[in-house]
């Protein structure tokens, strides 16, 4: 038995596919130079956290003597690469119509712009970001481990970021952005949901928060939280429609609650409870628990014994 495969098979083979190509499918399109670099996309954001976190992503293969000089190579470099990404995802997703390259330049070099001068206020969100995890985790020894080690804070990051990007109406992009970060952290947040400040994710694994979801200040997420959309039936009618649902200020929501729709509301300071399923509004200062949740025990002498377990209204099921 030959483990080779014939050069004349490779070659029917490749004939074969080469020609499936040619089927009209929208995925068949080859334009590997013309296409939004994923690769790319993720440098981007490494070159970036070095600008939000000055000191803590920089690249130790150099020297900083003069850290003037060293943000201003940075951030000439960053405004290079996001540009030629950005010209390449207009004319990539023409959502804005077909724009002649002259056009899309100089709407590139506008969003460029936009961003960067956007910086500051994305940093102080950011500090807000820190410090809320600071004071929510008991577990965190210093603010330092919170930016080098803490889930919740890149994906925030990587989503304040993206968001500036989403606003200002580039395509493609800041979805490989928020994306990178949900591969990173398992935290699936859509660029185009709206966060306040102060906003804590605590471990953060399976959390979802869907495009036109909008959450207030001083909001506390623990992990497996879903705040999504109700039905998806609709498809393509249902975009731009407000399909997920509003947190006010200070509102924590505990491990494995779904919150789901876009005309639920949960009002100010209120507490959702672990694994609770809420499709409707919820007042402000409110307390949202599962009761008398039903736990079946068995023995090693297979006998079988019931207990009802009564959840007191603060356990939330929280590690």
Same mark, same amino acid.
């Given at each position: 038995?030959?483990?080779?495969?014939?050069?004349?098979?490779?070659?029917?083979?490749?004939?074969?596919?080469?020609?499936?190509?040619?089927?009209?499918?929208?995925?068949?399109?080859?334009?590997?130079?013309?296409?939004?670099?994923?690769?790319?996309?993720?440098?981007?954001?490494?070159?970036?956290?070095?600008?939000?976190?000055?000191?803590?992503?920089?690249?130790?293969?150099?020297?900083?003597?003069?850290?003037?000089?060293?943000?201003?190579?940075?951030?000439?470099?960053?405004?290079?690469?996001?540009?030629?990404?950005?010209?390449?995802?207009?004319?990539?997703?023409?959502?804005?119509?077909?724009?002649?390259?002259?056009?899309?330049?100089?709407?590139?070099?506008?969003?460029?712009?936009?961003?960067?001068?956007?910086?500051?206020?994305?940093?102080?969100?950011?500090?807000?970001?820190?410090?809320?995890?600071?004071?929510?985790?008991?577990?965190?020894?210093?603010?330092?481990?919170?930016?080098?080690?803490?889930?919740?804070?890149?994906?925030?990051?990587?989503?304040?970021?993206?968001?500036?990007?989403?606003?200002?109406?580039?395509?493609?992009?800041?979805?490989?952005?928020?994306?990178?970060?949900?591969?990173?952290?398992?935290?699936?947040?859509?660029?185009?949901?709206?966060?306040?400040?102060?906003?804590?994710?605590?471990? +953060?694994?399976?959390? &979802? !928060? #869907?495009?036109?979801?909008? *959450?207030?200040?001083? =909001?506390?997420?623990?992990?497996? /939280?879903?705040?999504?959309?109700?039905?998806?039936?609709?498809?393509?009618?249902?975009?731009?429609?407000?399909?997920?649902?509003?947190?006010?200020?200070?509102?924590?929501?505990?491990?494995?609650?779904?919150?789901?729709?876009?005309?639920?509301?949960? +009002?100010?300071?209120? &507490? !959702? #409870?672990?694994?609770?399923? *809420?499709?409707?509004? =919820?007042?402000?200062?409110?307390? /949202?628990?599962?009761?008398?949740?039903?736990?079946?025990?068995?023995?090693?002498?297979?006998?079988?014994?019931?207990?009802?377990?009564?959840?007191?209204?603060?356990?939330?099921?929280?590690?």
């Amino acid at each position: 038995m030959e483990d080779l495969i014939k050069e004349e098979e490779i070659d029917g083979i490749v004939r074969r596919v080469l020609k499936d190509y040619d089927g009209g499918k929208n995925i068949d399109a080859i334009n590997i130079y013309n296409n939004p670099d994923k690769a790319e996309v993720r440098d981007l954001l490494h070159h970036l956290f070095r600008i939000v976190f000055p000191g803590y992503f920089r690249d130790r293969n150099f020297k900083i003597y003069n850290p003037k000089n060293s943000v201003a190579v940075t951030i000439e470099d960053i405004f290079y690469h996001l540009n030629k990404q950005v010209t390449l995802a207009l004319d990539f997703c023409r959502l804005r119509g077909v724009m002649t390259e002259e056009e899309r330049k100089a709407e590139s070099y506008r969003i460029c712009k936009a961003f960067f001068e956007k910086l500051p206020e994305i940093r102080a969100d950011i500090e807000t970001d820190l410090l809320a995890a600071y004071d929510g985790d008991p577990a965190a020894c210093c603010l330092e481990e919170i930016i080098l080690a803490y889930p919740g804070l890149m994906a925030i990051t990587v989503n304040r970021l993206a968001h500036e990007l989403y606003l200002l109406k580039v395509p493609v992009i800041p979805r490989l952005m928020t994306e990178y970060a949900h591969a990173e952290t398992g935290i699936d947040i859509h660029p185009g949901a709206k966060i306040g400040r102060y906003f804590f994710i605590d471990h +953060g694994t399976g959390i &979802v !928060i #869907g495009e036109t979801s909008v *959450i207030g200040e001083n =909001v506390k997420i623990y992990q497996g /939280v879903t705040i999504g959309a109700l039905s998806t039936r609709g498809g393509q009618k249902l975009s731009g429609k407000k399909r997920h649902p509003t947190i006010g200020d200070h509102v924590t929501i505990y491990a494995g609650a779904s919150i789901l729709g876009g005309d639920t509301v949960i +009002g100010d300071h209120s &507490v !959702i #409870g672990g694994n609770t399923f *809420i499709t409707s509004s =919820v007042p402000p200062c409110t307390r /949202v628990s599962v009761k008398n949740q039903e736990m079946e025990y068995r023995t090693n002498d297979n006998h079988r014994k019931r207990e009802e377990v009564q959840q007191s209204e603060e356990w939330y099921y929280i590690i």
